[in-house]
T-cell receptor
């Protein structure tokens, strides 16, 4: 099993729909992150959480929300999806010893 | 927010050639990381740099942490087809909370056999 698992791997949704992307990890890391990747822009941080009771906005949090249900689970929600949220989304975990571990990504298309 | 400028954005080379890419920032970073991303996968760490001036190798890959702490480069020697992918630099800012990374825009490497 992968250390960081993202579901679904691919999703097509309609404008205005609510959608949740899920992330679970077996690394035992406290710190979890959601990034968005667009061509030519690299990875940009949406939200991050340093433990279960800690949630922080990243540089592009507008239109997104997150929930840290447990140490191992961190979900990203789009309350009302719009086409410019079409992107590749990555979940990551980290600690001081292991550094960052990324999931395999969720490709989201909003039509 | 803070940004890293990574160049070049893309490279088309012949198998066996050496590759060089770099990242620069207007801010100081206390850690520089280089990642590789293959299609359908998340980034995977190649090299981590923790000290200004540090030069670190991982097989055919060599990376350096600039003396000014505002830049880093990655070299790949004698490229092979499996080097194809997108390479990202990432920096951990000196001021912000621990382990929040800022990423460059990526360098897409294509190799002609």
């Amino acid at each position: 099993d992968a250390d960081v698992t993202q579901t679904p791997r691919n999703r097509i949704t309609k404008t205005g729909k609510r959608i949740m992307l899920e992330c679970s990890q077996t690394k035992g890391h406290d710190r979890m992150y959601w990034y968005r990747q667009d061509p030519g822009l690299g990875l940009r941080l949406i939200y991050y959480s340093f433990d279960v009771k800690d949630i922080n906005k990243g540089e592009i949090s507008d239109g997104y929300s997150v929930s840290r249900q447990a140490q191992a689970k961190f979900s990203l929600s789009l309350e009302s999806a719009i086409p410019n949220q079409t992107a590749l989304y990555f979940c990551a975990t980290s600690d001081l010893l292991d550094g960052y571990t990324f999931g395999s990504g969720t490709r989201l298309t909003v039509v | 927010g803070q940004q890293l400028n990574q160049s070049p954005q893309s490279m088309f080379i012949q198998e066996g050639e050496d590759v060089s890419m770099n990242c620069t920032s207007s801010s100081i970073f206390n850690t520089w990381l280089w990642y590789k991303q293959e299609p359908g996968e998340g980034p995977v760490l190649l090299i981590a740099l923790y000290k200004a001036g540090e030069l670190t190798s991982n097989g055919r890959l060599t990376a350096q942490f600039g003396i000014t702490r505002k830049d880093s480069f990655l070299n790949i020697s004698a490229s092979i087809p499996s080097d194809v992918g997108i390479y990202f630099c990432a920096g951990q800012p000196l001021i912000q909370g621990a382990q929040k990374l800022v990423f460059g825009q990526g360098t897409r490497l294509t190799i002609n056999p």
